[in-house]
């Protein structure tokens, strides 16, 4: 037993980053494999060039987009298929 138990919220928002098992979708309680990668910036705490990441699989990726898109935060929705890239 190496591999510690993930809790359901595997990928906290604006900071992906866990060393094990493959990216999850961001949303609260879903286990699914990301497919989105939603680059994000908040102007109060990020310079513009700022990107942070949330994943989403293909049933929340709207609704994480509307989160952040209501709140001006939402820059791009990209297909995933790498590695976080931060
Ligand atoms: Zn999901």
């Given amino acids: 037993m190496d591999t510690p138990a993930h809790p359901l919220f595997g990928t906290p928002p604006g900071g992906p ?6 990216p999850k979708c961001s949303a609260k309680s879903c286990r699914d494999l990301a497919a989105w990668s939603l680059r994000w910036n908040n102007p109060k705490l990020h310079t513009p060039d700022r990107r ?5 699989c293909d049933a ?15 820059k791009e929705t990209e297909p995933f298929s790498g590695p976080v890239p931060e």
């Fill in 17 to 22: 980053d866990s060393p094990e098992g493959p």
């Fill in 52 to 56: 942070k990441t949330w994943l989403a």
């Fill in 60 to 74: 929340h990726r709207d609704s994480l987009s509307q989160f952040l898109a209501v709140r001006g935060f939402l």
